[in-house]
């Protein structure tokens, strides 16, 4: 079946304008993950969707950035007034959401970000 | 809270040999789970081997295993048997029952593959 999915796949924009990424995932995965890697670094958690509840906003870096999922599949993280410091690879992963600390996550191909 | 520790930046194996690539975590949850992942240079992460908390033995996946001492809190994944295709970043994640479906992933360590 079709894996995790993500809209752009590259992206430049100039400083100080507004940024929409999508991610489609894993269809009936439950759990959607949003997690940004700048270059040559690891993966900073930014924020979790799973079913019904709250999302957990914890690693989100300040309130320029957010996310929604609308009907418990589709999800956009929009970054508001960007800064050359959000350019990075943001990547989206889905998991079943059956268990929390056994589900794996699958990935997908991630947007690179480049801000001018 | 939880924490995850890589201290190998970058490590070089012989084609056909082994190699261990360390990963220590830190977490009060009795309740947990620990991913490894491999990101090569096309950047697509790609999941290799997990480890529950109170599973009693060590998991194997083809030429991964992961060679987990709870007391000394280390999941250290072991590639046997190394092959080009190896070269890549490797990432060791872990996730608390407590926690939701919160992730935490290492720093990665790159590892490099000698023909």
Known sequence: GAGVSQSPSNKVTEKGKDVELRCDPISGHTALYWYRQSLGQGLEFLIYFQGNSAPDKSGLPSDRFSAERTGGSVSTLTIQRTQQEDSAVYLCASSPGTSAYTDTQYFGPGTRLTVL | ?115
Not at chain 2, 55 to 76: H, I, P, V
């Open chain 2, 1 to 115: 809270a939880q924490k995850i520790t890589q201290t190998q930046p970058g490590m070089f194996v012989q084609e056909k040999e082994a190699v261990t690539l360390d990963c220590t975590y830190d977490t009060s949850d009795p309740s947990y789970g620990l991913f490894w992942y491999k990101q090569p240079s096309s950047g697509e992460m790609i999941f290799l081997i997990y480890q529950g908390s109170y599973d009693q033995q060590n998991a194997t996946e083809g030429r991964y295993s992961l060679n987990f001492q709870k007391a000394r809190k280390s999941a250290n994944l072991v590639i046997s048997a190394s092959q080009l295709g190896d070269s890549a970043m490797y990432f060791c994640a872990m996730r608390e029952k407590g926690g939701g479906f919160k992730t935490i992933f290492g720093a990665g360590t790159r590892l490099f593959v000698k023909a």
